[in-house]
C-alpha cells in the first residue's frame, strides 16, 4: 500500500527547532525526487524544500534558506526536514510529497505550530 507518513511536528516557541520525518512505502523511493510543503490557515500551499532523487541536491524557497535543512535516508525510506531558528510565520500544516515524472504522492501532513 502506498503511504506517505509525516511526524515530527508540535508546539514550540520561536527560535526554537523541529525535525520533520516523512516516512514512504509502497514505491521505490529512491527513485523520487521528495518536497515539503506547507499551508497557513486562510493561504495556499506553498513550496518549502526540494532533495533530488540523484546526487541529493537540495533547493530551498528564500524565506527558509539558512534555516532550513532537507535531507534523505533512502536505506529507510524517509526524508527530513530540520527547522531551525522558527518563527511564527512558519506556523503551518506540513506536507511530504513524492514526485517521479507524472506521479506525485502526498502526506497527510503535520502540524507545526511556532508561539511563545
Known amino acids: 500500500q502506498l503511504q506517505l507518513v509525516e511526524s515530527g511536528g508540535g508546539l514550540v516557541q520561536p527560535g526554537g527547532s523541529l525535525r520533520l520525518s516523512c516516512t514512504a512505502s509502497?514505491?521505490?523511493?529512491?527513485?523520487?525526487?521528495m518536497k515539503w510543503y506547507r499551508q497557513a490557515p486562510g493561504k495556499e500551499r506553498e513550496w518549502v524544500a526540494s532533495?533530488?532523487?540523484?546526487?541529493?541536491?537540495?533547493n530551498y524557497a528564500d524565506s527558509v534558506k539558512g534555516r532550513f535543512t532537507i535531507s534523505r535516508d533512502d536505506a529507510r525510506n524517509t526524508v527530513f526536514l530540520q527547522m531551525n531558528s522558527l518563527k511564527p510565520e512558519d506556523t503551518a500544516v506540513y506536507y511530504c510529497?513524492?514526485?517521479?515524472?507524472?506521479?506525485?504522492?502526498w502526506g497527510q501532513g503535520t502540524q507545526v505550530t511556532v508561539s511563545s
Open positions: 510529497n513524492a514526485r517521479l515524472n507524472h506521479l506525485t504522492y
Open positions: 509502497g514505491f521505490t523511493f529512491s527513485s523520487y525526487v
Open positions: 532533495i533530488s532523487n540523484i546526487a541529493s541536491s537540495t
